[in-house]
């Protein structure tokens, strides 16, 4: 019986592990986001959300920053790039402050990505919708290459 609790306690938290190794993690502040951005040397991805959007995709009517969530940011080789290459920062776009801010890099609708690399420069800014394969090989341009020597 005792093993069987051990069993069993066992395979809870493995699935816990693997439960929160399949999960992105966001920041909320801009700016704790950058200043880890800063001394992990990483590049920086700050994803504009609005949580009253709709948009018809397949057919259907939803949330973009949801449909981003359920088919994008549960991609294991997505997750896999932005923990090891990124700090992400998850804004929401309705906030007087994040949406100047966004305003400021030219746009209004959300989705809404700006993607900083690690030497403090604006790689690449877009909105909208993308599949896994194309939002990849968009973070992957922003990376920023380790030295060799």
């Known amino acids: ?20 190794a399949s999960q992105m993690s966001w920041e909320t502040d ?10 992990e040397k990483k590049s920086l991805l700050l994803f504009f ?18 449909w981003m969530d359920r ?7 997505v997750i896999e790039l932005l923990r090891n ?6 804004l929401n776009g309705e906030t007087k402050e994040n949406m100047s801010l966004a305003r400021a890099y030219g746009s209004s609708v959300f989705p809404f990505f ?8 604006v790689c690449t800014t877009f909105s909208g919708i993308s ?6 090989k968009k973070m992957e341009s922003c990376v920023t290459p380790t030295p060799v020597f």
């Open 49 to 66: 959300y609005d949580s009253k959007a709709t948009a018809v995709i397949g057919g259907e009517s939803v949330n973009p920053s949801e």
């Open 85 to 90: 290459k990124f700090i992400s920062v998850r």
């Open 131 to 136: 599949e896994g394969d194309e939002f990849l």
């Open 71 to 77: 088919n994008v940011f549960s991609d294991t080789r």
């Open 1 to 20: 019986m005792k093993s069987i609790a051990v069993i069993l306690l066992i395979a809870f938290m493995a699935g816990c592990i693997g439960q929160n």
């Open 30 to 39: 801009a700016q704790v986001a950058l200043d880890k951005a800063k001394s």
């Open 114 to 121: 700006i993607v900083v690399d690690a030497n403090g420069q």
